[in-house]
């Protein structure tokens, strides 16, 4: 057989294991021959370089010009925290620098296919200098589908993530139990995907007392207040004493199970099926050894067990989310004996009816892990991992209170402040915030007006060159995909700010549908922002931005538009400043490269203090965004919620904006009338509120609250809520639903939106 035979086989046979390279880093992958590697780029535009390595370590010949990798080497030569990851990286590898000068570069239009005949080590890198702020030419992702010539090896486990101290396989319908010390790392493995894994945890000093003291479902819902823990503050497994003994530190799927049993043979016996292997008789069997008795049923925790409860409290189980590889991170915060099984359930989808193995690592204590959660942007595509901001280790020094958003990490609130005090900074004196989370889209190209005319509702051949626009983003039903704004860094420049990452694909594949000569590439890894918003924000930044003479001075700065200048003088930090915020106070942005995010967060900090500063969190943000009538995705709008049921009709200006836009014939055919309307609710109750709660007139609903909070300010409880035709008058009384939506019932009446600083002359000022 030959190499191109081999390639088509295997591509028929679907032995293709994928992986992701990061832009302004490396990936290393050992091929064996037979085996080949497809190289391509997300977006179409960026390139890449190779380092292909014999058994012996030495370069190896391939039949291509060899170059010097000089993307990577202008990389390394920067001296900053994108030059030493990949140094790190290759360090790691035991691979010298100077062996890239034997390495291979291939632009994005001749990305290779590579073919082996004998086994090798590659090295993938996408590498680049850092991009400035008004630059657009952004790192961005390589794919990398690796083409097997074994079954066998589709399935190996993905690498370690250090030295493994344990390296425990769970057999197919077996279980194992296994020691792990006090600050041990545990990471169980869906070696095929479709996996589930009961686990159960002894404490072993107490154990060895003549004690059973296990991890607890009910104790841990109790602590968490969830089903199941999570990365981050609600992520502690606890005993039947409410005493942590395990932490979630990482997990890439995200769905499982702290209800029911593991499978006893009561449930097989109650399918008629007698004598079937089950997780609680393998259970008993792997702890015997330490004395434990058996039990009819353990309640354990069921890694990548699929339950849903329903709105009637019916528990329906599916196929586990999870795919090959994915995983949970644990670590020990005592001394434990511990027992993963892999469940041999073959009469129902929680196995996706082929039971599989389970894998078990074990890492030193001394390992170091960071906090993440697994999420995707297509149901298919490679896991992504929650990352940090660049601004993150000046707010961890202020806060251990972070939630995730976005993929990212962000402070809720910050210690010793809290978010009444944050809120109060911002509408009386400044609040400084971390929003890197959003989404930065370069859209470049001939015909990027054009596009971005189709792709957008409002009109935007009206904007200039540094000005800035906020819009709408809708598909054909006229239901909202993302809402975000546009600014224009020259006549066929653009950068899309959003919410959503999901945006990136839906304009790619607009702009390949409709045939527009546009680029779209990412650029948020290199671009990170903190907003700087209240009364004092104008006199902070003042002092701190300088502009080049071509440039507006920030003092003279309109609403809605951007400069780009420098922190504190002519050399300083490359900044791009705009008048933009999500508060409804007179506010800026400021934008850098993560790189250069400490240094800001320093300087914004420093000169804050005679302003009276505050650090603020999305507690805080979310006070101030309702007052100001401001929207959220999944509260105020989503992909069935046009832009005018969203309470943002004045993005969507159907009179003015002659040509067409996606979604504006759906929304045409909706008759204004008949439109349901975003309005504010006076909540004449201290019951709290929430998002989703009914509101009524008589006995049927006519109305959904779609945010709400207390407003300091207002002295009393708010809220925006999506209102039906005729019920939208100021001074309409309704009542919210709660229990069952009637048996108790919150009076509250209809206002307009925003409540606070209607005319909007605050941000204005």
């Known amino acids: 057989m030959n190499l191109q035979q081999c390639h088509q086989d295997t591509h028929e046979a679907g032995l293709i294991r994928e992986h992701r390279v990061i832009g302004q880093s490396a990936l290393r992958l050992h091929v064996k021959a037979g085996e080949s590697l497809d190289i391509s780029s997300f977006d179409g535009l960026q390139s890449c370089e190779l380092l292909v390595l014999a058994q012996d370590g030495q370069p190896k010949k391939m039949p291509y010009d060899r170059v010097p990798a000089k993307q990577a080497l202008a990389q390394m030569e920067q001296s900053n925290a994108s030059s030493e990851r990949l140094i790190t990286q290759l360090d790691s590898w035991n691979i010298p620098s100077d062996l890239l000068q034997q390495a291979y570069a291939f632009s994005s239009s001749e990305l290779p296919t590579l073919y082996f005949d004998e086994d090798a080590t590659v090295v993938v890198l996408c590498c680049g200098e850092d991009m400035l702020v008004d630059e657009q030419n952004p790192i961005t992702e390589l794919l990398v589908a690796h083409h097997l010539v074994s079954q066998s090896d589709y399935y190996d486990l993905p690498a370690p993530l250090a030295e493994p101290v344990q390296d425990i396989r769970v057999p197919r319908c077996s279980a194992r139990s296994y020691l792990v010390k006090k600050g041990e790392w545990i990471q169980i493995i869906d070696v095929e995907g479709k996996q589930c894994s ?7 000093d107490a154990l060895q007392q003549g004690r059973e003291v296990i991890i607890d479902a009910a104790g841990t819902r109790t602590t968490d207040g969830r089903t199941t823990p999570t990365p981050g503050l609600h992520s502690k497994f606890q005993d039947a004493y409410q005493k942590t003994m395990l932490e979630l530190v990482q997990d890439t799927v995200g769905r499982h199970d702290s209800f ?10 109650d399918h008629g099926v007698f004598g079937h292997v089950n997780c609680t ?8 050894e330490y004395g434990v008795a058996p039990r009819f049923g353990w309640p354990a925790i069921n890694f990548f067990f699929n339950t849903q409860a329903s709105s009637c409290g019916l528990i329906t ?5 999870s795919s090959a590889g994915d995983y949970i991170l644990l670590r020990a915060a005592r001394d434990l004996l511990c027992v993963s099984t892999a469940c041999p359930d073959d009469m129902d989808p929680a196995n996706g009816w082929n039971p599989t193995d389970i894998h078990v690592r074990v ?40 939630t995730e958003y976005k993929g990212y990490w962000v402070a809720s609130h910050y210690d010793n402040w809290g978010a009444k005090t944050e809120y109060l900074a911002c509408r009386e004196k400044v609040a400084m915030i971390d929003l890197s989370p959003l989404r930065k889209m370069e ?28 819009s709408a983003m809708c598909h054909e039903t006229g239901g909202m995909i993302d809402d975000g704004t546009l600014f224009r860094l020259g006549e066929q420049a653009f950068r899309w700010i959003c919410g959503d990452a999901y945006s990136l694909v839906w304009l790619r594949e607009l702009a390949q549908k409709t045939g527009h000569r546009v680029t779209i590439r990412e650029s948020t890894d290199q671009i990170h922002n903190v907003a700087v918003q209240g009364p004092n924000s104008r006199a902070l930044l003042a002092s701190l931005i300088w502009t080049p003479e071509h440039q507006t001075e920030l003092t003279e700065l309109k609403w809605f538009h951007f400069l780009v200048g420098r922190l504190g003088a002519e050399d300083g930090i490359p900044l791009m400043v705009s008048r933009t915020g999500y508060t409804g106070e007179l506010g800026f942005e400021v934008w850098c490269h993560p790189n250069d995010a400490p240094a800001v967060w320093d ?56 040509e067409d836009f996606v979604g504006r014939k759906a929304i045409e055919l909706q008759t204004p009338a008949s439109r ?5 609710l006076f909540i004449h109750d201290n019951d709290l509120v929430s998002h989703g709660d009914q509101v009524f007139n008589g006995r049927f609903p006519v109305g959904v609250v779609t945010s709400s909070i207390y407003s300091p300010l207002l002295k009393k409880q708010i809220a925006m809520c999506r209102m039906a035709p005729g019920f939208v008058e100021p001074g309409t009384e309704v009542e919210i639903g709660q229990l069952d939506g009637h048996k108790k019932r919150i009076k509250a009446e209809v206002t307009t939106l925003p409540f606070y600083d209607p005319e909007r002359t605050r941000v204005r000022s």
């Not at 189980?317 to 989310?321: A, D, G, L, T, Y």
């Not at 390992?367 to 991992?385: A, D, K, N, V």
């Not at 859209?443 to 051949?461: C, H, I, M, S, Y």
């Not at 349901?676 to 504010?680: D, K, M, T």
Request: net charge negative; proline share 5%; charged share 20%.
């Open 603 to 658: 300087a914004i900090w420093q000169a804050g203090q005679e302003f009276g500063i505050a650090p603020m969190g999305f507690d805080a943000l979310d006070m101030l965004r309702v007052e100001a009538g401001l929207i959220f995705a999944e509260h105020e709008f989503n992909a069935e919620t046009n832009p005018f049921e969203a309470g943002i009709g004045f993005t969507t200006p159907l009179k003015t904006q002659e």
């Open 676 to 680: 349901h309307r975003l309005v504010g």
């Open 198 to 204: 009961d686990f159960v945890a002894f404490d072993y």
């Open 317 to 321: 189980s599916q196929e586990p989310f």
């Open 281 to 288: 008789d393998n259970i008993n069997n792997a702890v015997s």
């Open 363 to 402: 890492y030193d204590a001394d390992s170091e892990f960071p906090r993440s959660i697994g999420h995707r942007l297509t149901p298919q595509e490679l896991t992504r991992m929650t990352k940090q901001t660049g601004f993150h280790p000046r707010i961890a020094a202020l806060t251990k209170q972070f």
């Open 443 to 470: 859209v470049l190209g001939p015909d990027a007006e054009a596009f971005l005319q189709l792709a957008l509702t409002r009109n935007v051949r009206r904007m200039s060159v540094n000005e800035v626009v906020y």
């Open 260 to 269: 029911l049993y593991a499978c006893n043979s009561k449930f097989y016996e």
